[in-house]
Each structure stands twice: as C-alpha cells, then as structure tokens.
C-alpha cells in the first residue's frame, strides 16, 4: 500500500465549500488531531488567529476508506478548467444496466444542485445518458456518472 494522502481545494469560503462536499460525498467534518479536544484548542494551541479559523476546513470518510479532504482559503478565484476532478459514482458504473444507472445519476444532480452546485452539460453516449458535468459552487468541475 502507498504513504496515506488527501486532498485540497482552494477556496474563497472554505467553511461553506466544506459544506457542499459533505453532502455530496456523505464525508463528515474530521476530528481534531490525537491530543485535542476539539479544533478550537487545536488552533488555540498553535496559536492560530481566531479571524483565522475559518481559513481551513476539514472533511474525512465516516468510512475511513475514501481519503480526507481539506479546503484553504486562497486569495484568488478560480480561472481556468481544473485539470483533476472528482467523479461522484452516483450510478454504480457502465456495468449497471442504463435503464437503471441514468435514474441514479439524474436523482443525484437534482440533490447536488439543490445543495448548491450547477449543472454545465450531460454527455451521451450512443445517445444515452453517460455523464453529467457539474461544478461546485465555486466552480470546480467534477461529474456525475
């Protein structure tokens, strides 16, 4: 097995871009580091502004198999298509009859779209349903499939 690894957004509100990816993915906030009680003593410790506290957040799978995910505060907006995105699995694969995935994935996009993210295209293949594009609610692209 690989070193452990997770992954980080830049964000504008990590706080609220924290909030969407929980629902989409069913992750929940991680605990704090071995030794803390909570986050607040955790930045307490280290001595952390508190206008600063809200400059990060943290996601992990209630599972512990999907890796954690943090969001950071960036100056900067999103400019350009992501190179790297995420692909929610919503409709269990090309291997799962179409008549059955292409009703998970639309249910999906309508719980995603009403947690806040933006529908920019469906793709089709051979005229069937394959995959949605969508961004979050700062415009990092990811797909429905």
């Known amino acids: 097995m690989g070193d452990p690894w997770s992954m980080t957004f830049d964000s504008a509100n990590p706080p609220a ?3 969407f990816w929980k629902t989409a993915l069913g ?3 991680a605990a704090p580091p071995a030794g ?5 003593s955790f930045r307490r410790h280290y001595d952390v502004p508190e206008e600063e506290w809200d400059d990060v957040a943290y996601l992990a799978d209630p ?3 999907g890796p954690r995910i ?4 960036v100056p900067e907006a999103k400019v350009a298509k992501n190179r790297i ?3 929610i699995q919503a409709g269990g694969g090309r291997g799962v009859a179409w008549e059955v995935r292409a009703p998970r994935v639309r249910a999906a996009v309508e719980r995603l779209i009403a947690a806040g993210a ?3 295209r469906e793709d089709e293949v051979d005229g069937r349903l394959d995959h949605v594009v969508m961004a979050d609610p700062e415009g990092n692209e ?3 499939v």
């Open 142 to 144: 990811f797909c429905v």
């Open 85 to 87: 995105h995420l692909d």
């Open 36 to 40: 803390f009680a909570d986050w607040a």
């Open 63 to 65: 599972s512990g198999r």
């Open 70 to 73: 943090s969001f950071l505060r």
């Open 17 to 19: 871009l924290a909030a």
């Open 118 to 120: 933006t529908m920019l």
């Open 27 to 29: 992750y929940v906030d």
